[in-house]
């Protein structure tokens, strides 16, 4: 990864705060975009120590513009693009009838959506380079397998799978590679703010009964995943899934 341009999406906390700063461990150059800023005096000390390059962008995923504007920053910081790994996501998780078509609207928006935004932005970066490239599209088991209470974010999650295959082939010609990671319940301030008090703490533990490996998986593991598929390493894997999940669901 040394000497790459990455971009991350919700790269603030989470999935997207390891794989930033796996990057910048490794030497890539890394921008993150999010609506949040509090991790970015961290990735800016990682980034020093690793003689690397960070860039914190403000930008809400679910606005084309925004995603559109920061990729014109990256461009104009760094004169390339190599890596953009979308891994912006949210979700309430609740029954289908106890959401509101404001629900819907915010997790396509994010999750969907927010992947279409991104990839696209990407794309014109990469071929305006010339040097190929690569995606990396975090979607979930959600929307391998279905999940309960995630009726509209295993739909989501779905189409982001869907979208990932169908752009792979229009743009393996080009050299660009489009893959997408699949996390299974992962130890992340979401799952957190979804599953809080004693009830929570009991579908936690319920989660991890049903996990062959008895545990829920740290965020630094999704990150090996996302890593091997945006380098060089996976130069010939493209329209892959990749489900990194304990063995919760073992599907083909």
């Known amino acids: 990864m040394k000497g790459k341009v990455a971009v991350v999406t919700g790269g603030a906390r989470g999935i997207g705060f390891a794989v930033a700063v796996r990057f910048l ?6 921008a993150v975009l999010d609506i949040r800023d509090e991790a970015a005096e961290h990735m800016a000390v990682v980034a020093h120590k690793a003689g690397a390059r960070f860039l914190p962008l403000q930008a809400d995923v679910s606005s084309y513009r925004q995603v559109r504007e920061a ?14 790994v979308n891994n912006a996501g949210w979700d309430r998780i609740a029954p289908f009838l106890s959401t ?18 991104g990839t696209r932005v990407a794309l014109e970066g990469m071929q305006a380079g010339g040097a190929g490239g690569a995606i990396v599209n975090v979607a979930s088991d959600a929307g391998r397998v279905g999940s309960s209470g995630e009726a509209v974010y295993s ?12 752009v792979a082939r229009e743009v ?16 992340t301030p979401l799952l957190a703010e979804n599953f809080q008090g004693e009830e929570g703490a009991k579908i936690i533990g319920a989660m991890q009964r049903g996990i062959p490996f008895k545990r829920l998986g ?3 593991e999704i990150a090996s995943a996302i890593r091997f598929l945006a380098s060089d390493e996976a130069s010939y894997i493209t329209g892959q899934v990749v489900s990194v999940n304990g063995g919760l669901n073992m599907v083909g």
Not at 71 to 84: H, I, P, Q, S
Not at 107 to 115: E, P, S
């Open 25 to 30: 461990r490794e030497g890539a150059h890394v």
């Open 71 to 84: 990729g014109e920053k990256v461009r104009e910081e760094f004169g390339r693009l190599d890596v953009w």
């Open 100 to 117: 509101a078509p404001s629900d819907w609207e915010k997790v396509l928006g994010i999750n969907l959506m927010g992947t279409i935004h």
């Open 155 to 166: 739909a989501a999650k779905g189409g982001v799978i869907a979208f990932t295959k169908a």
């Open 172 to 187: 393996a010609r080009q050299g660009i590679r489009v893959n997408c990671v699949c996390p299974g319940p992962t130890d």
């Open 218 to 220: 740290d965020p630094g």
